[in-house]
């Protein structure tokens, strides 16, 4: 089981540091991904005090012990503020999220030093530890509580996405969600492990905890950690982010700037003839067939702004920019199927070619507007028109 663990955990350094290598060569220092090299370099810390324990090295482990514990209270924070740096304005974003670290820095003053001092000296010299013990042992909670709360947030970012993309599918944000849930699984996992320690005695455990975390660290990284090098910032007004997160921005002279600039509400006069004129161009135009299109895009066809457009379809129209696109594609791929001249492409060329870009969001927008499945829906039409020849 030692030679195991030790081969796991020397894969799970070596990844870690070819991912950190990876991202500090980058010459796009974007500020997620700074706080993505910060994750994975307290990650490295973690496995490096691991390997120092399992093979006693002593330097290994107490030089490492300080971050290998207050990571129990400081990854969840810090999962929290990579997911926020990706959406949202990188001004201040430290700054406003500070609150998020007070715990985790009066844990690492409090229980983490005078941990790694009494644990150094063997002495007990801070008595006050006898009674924060197990309590510190389930430290790790307060990160899992932050995972939830970043999923949380990554749910509301997708529904403000779906205000000013037609296709969601295409920005990758699937990796954010796996980080969160592997995140999830290994903290669940040191809980499970810390509560089996204190309910039953470590010499009847049929496992050891510390190999258990260990394995769970080093595979989390293996399989995440390429992924986040690959993450882009995903860009979207701040109108849009500002009622889900309170964004305000702020004048030189400290003062809030008005959300509603002048000139940027619609006048009702002008809402028939923006509607009149924005079906005209999605029906002869057909931007829709583009993946691409977003919001702003489709706002400049009508010479109106991304505010304006945004206004105008979820308030006037009542739907979203999302829903509006991705019904005008429904329509092509019905058009399509009905037509015998594309009889020779299959489902999914008909879709790509009618401006979708992923099977998986193709299939569940055609189900939810038509009620049946696009192969369904090709059947029903196909034995129709034979019935007609």
């Given at each position: 089981?030692?030679l195991?663990?030790?081969?796991i ?10 991912i ?13 991904r ?8 307290l ?5 490096i ?10 330097f ?9 514990d207050v ?5 969840g924070p ?5 997911v926020?740096s990706?959406f949202l304005p990188?001004?201040s ?16 003053i409090?229980i ?7 644990t ?8 006050y530890l006898?009674?924060v013990e197990?309590?510190?042992?389930l430290?790790?909670?307060y990160s ?5 709360v970043s999923?949380n947030?990554?749910?509301k ?10 296709n ?15 995140g999830?699984?290994?903290i669940?996992?040191d809980?499970f492990?810390t509560?089996m320690?204190?309910l039953?005695?470590?010499?009847e455990l ?19 950690g390429y992924y986040?090098i ?5 860009l979207?007004?701040?109108f ?8 305000e921005?702020k004048s030189s002279?400290g003062?809030a ?6 000139g940027?509400e619609i006048d009702?006069?002008e809402?028939?003839e923006q ?11 057909k931007?829709f067939?583009d993946p ?7 706002a400049?066809l009508i ?5 304006k ?5 979820n308030?006037y129209?009542?739907?979203?920019f ?6 005008y ?10 037509d015998r001249?594309?009889?020779h492409?299959?489902?999914l060329?008909?879709?790509y070619d ?5 099977k998986t ?11 049946i ?14 019935k007609?020849?």
């Open positions: 089981m030692k195991l663990l030790d081969f955990l020397v894969m799970g350094l070596l990844v870690n540091s070819m950190l290598f990876i991202l500090f060569k980058n010459e796009h220092k974007e500020y997620h700074r706080i993505l090299f910060a994750i994975f370099f990650v490295l810390l973690v496995l005090c691991f390997y120092g324990f399992l093979h006693k090295i002593p290994l482990f107490y030089s490492t012990f300080v971050f290998e990571s129990n209270v400081c990854f810090l999962l929290l503020l990579y926020k990706i990188t001004d974003l430290i700054k406003k999220n500070l609150i998020h670290f007070i715990i985790p820095f009066f844990y690492l409090f983490s030093i005078p941990f790694l001092v009494s150094w000296s063997q002495l007990f010299i801070f008595s006898e009674y197990d309590l510190s042992s430290s790790i909670i899992l509580i932050y995972c939830f999923l947030v990554l749910k970012v997708r529904h403000i996405m779906e205000h000013y993309y037609s969601t599918s295409g920005i990758d944000l699937i990796w954010i969600k796996k980080l969160l849930y592997g999830i699984i290994v669940s996992l809980i492990t509560i320690e204190l039953i005695d470590e010499k049929p496992f050891n905890s510390f190999y258990v975390i260990a394995i769970g660290v080093s595979v989390f990284v293996g399989y995440v986040g690959m993450q882009s910032k995903v979207l007004p701040e849009l982010l500002k009622d889900t997160f309170d964004i921005k002279g003062t700037v008005k959300e509603q600039k002048k940027e009702a006069s809402v028939k509607i009149g004129l924005l079906k005209k161009i999605m029906r002869e135009d931007p067939l691409n299109i977003s919001l702003k895009s489709l400049s010479s109106i702004t991304d505010k457009l945004s206004a105008l379809l308030q129209m009542n739907i979203s999302y829903d509006y696109i991705n019904g594609r429904v329509e092509e791929v019905k058009k399509k199927i009905n001249t594309f009889d492409l299959t489902l060329a008909i879709a009618s401006g979708f870009n992923s969001s193709f299939n569940r927008i055609f189900k939810k507007i038509e009620g499945s696009p192969s369904e829906y090709k059947k029903l039409h196909s034995d129709s028109n034979t007609q020849l």
